[in-house]
């Protein structure tokens, strides 16, 4: 994750993330959740987290 991240920061990288754990989404700056399919919520996030504050 914290790959994914440097390339993010670093090189301007869109990185998309397809995952069921929150704490991943804790790093994302726009989260979306589907549910059969479709975008049922979109929300920004005011505030990221790092990958290695995050407690795996």
Request: glycine share 4%.
């Amino acid at each position: 994750m914290e790959l994914l991240e440097r390339l993010n920061q670093d090189r301007g990288k869109t990185v998309v993330v397809i995952t069921h754990n929150a704490l991943v989404s804790r790093m994302a700056d726009r989260t979306a959740e589907i549910r059969d399919g479709r975008i049922v919520r979109l929300d920004l996030q005011p505030r990221r987290e790092s990958a290695r504050s995050l407690p795996w």
